[in-house]
């Protein structure tokens, strides 16, 4: 998420051609997340770099959020800091890979879809304290996420 965010769908009189903000500055903020459909639980974290050392980051972020005795399984798509040797897995975390190309089977892919949509498209930011702190307000707050997890489309409950 960034400056330079997408143009998405908007409401607009029929026949009328709506113009939308888009900023050319190339500043980004990367929005670390998972869910868990189940549970209605959500962890996630906006960090300014995304490689293996913010991925071990989340991956003790989501630890946290796991009730004791439980296990959790990720899946993740093939991305290099998602399946590197050099990720200090939780013990209470497994990763399962899904096959390339086939984000329909991360329920994650439906948050992200609603978070462009509803929350992060159409903006342009000041500065690149606005991008985190609209990233870090946009879902997963502790308290009470934003997103509706356990009432998206295709995750099942």
């Known amino acids: 998420m960034g400056q330079k965010n997408k143009i998405t769908r908007r409401w607009a009189k029929r026949g009328t051609r709506p113009c939308a903000p888009h900023d050319q500055r ?3 903020a990367y929005i670390f997340g998972a869910i868990c459909p189940q549970e209605g639980k959500a962890a996630g974290l906006v960090l300014p770099f995304c490689n293996t050392d ?3 980051l989340h ?5 946290l959020h796991i009730a004791p005795g439980a296990h959790a399984v990720l899946l993740m798509d093939q991305a290099g800091w998602h399946l590197t040797p050099k990720l200090e897995l939780p013990t209470n975390i497994s990763i399962v890979a899904i096959p390339s190309k086939s984000p ?6 439906n948050v992200w879809q609603f978070m462009r949509d509803n929350w992060l498209s159409n903006r342009v930011f000041g500065s690149y304290d606005e991008i985190v702190d609209h990233c870090s307000d946009c879902g ?3 308290s009470r996420p934003c997103i509706p997890i356990s009432s998206r489309p295709g995750i099942p409950i």
């Not at 991956?59 to 630890?63: K, P, R």
């Not at 329909?104 to 892919?109: A, D, R």
């Open 59 to 63: 991956l003790a972020e989501i630890a």
């Open 104 to 109: 329909e089977l991360n329920p994650q892919e």
């Open 26 to 28: 190339t500043r980004s």
């Open 54 to 56: 913010a991925m071990n």
């Open 140 to 142: 997963y707050r502790r």
